[in-house]
Nanobody, 122 residues
């Protein structure tokens, strides 16, 4: 089991930027994939961005070109840089780790962080 600790998030005005950070516990195997998901109340959890140990990345269409990930395999961290934020990006963001058959689907991600809130206002 991989323990994941998220940091960052907060409130920002539309057009602004935020960075989320996720750190996996150092005494675990480096996850094949690390990813960020988000969820708003009443909706399903959505895959936002994923980054493999081999540097393959996947982004949801809704964030492509605005979000980017940086993964440090030595530190077992995954940072999500979010630019040009929109009110519809408001959600609880979760870090995940695992061996998913599809990088942006939650199936196969066995380890999850507690979540960090991102709020974007007009």
């Amino acid at each position: 089991q991989v323990q994941l600790m998220e940091s960052g998030g907060g409130s920002v005005q539309a057009g602004g930027s935020l960075r989320l950070s996720c750190a996996a516990s150092i005494h675990t195997v480096n996850p094949l994939w690390m990813a960020w998901f988000r969820q708003v109340p009443g909706k399903e959890r959505e895959g936002v961005a994923a980054h493999s140990i081999g540097s393959t990345t996947r982004y949801a269409d809704s964030v492509a070109g605005r979000f980017t990930t940086i993964r440090d395999n030595a530190k077992k961290t995954l940072d999500l840089y979010m630019y040009s934020l929109k009110p519809e990006d408001t959600a609880m963001y979760y870090c995940a780790a695992g061996r998913p058959p599809s990088a942006l689907a939650s199936i196969g991600y066995n380890d999850w962080g507690q979540g960090t809130q991102v709020t974007v206002s007009n």
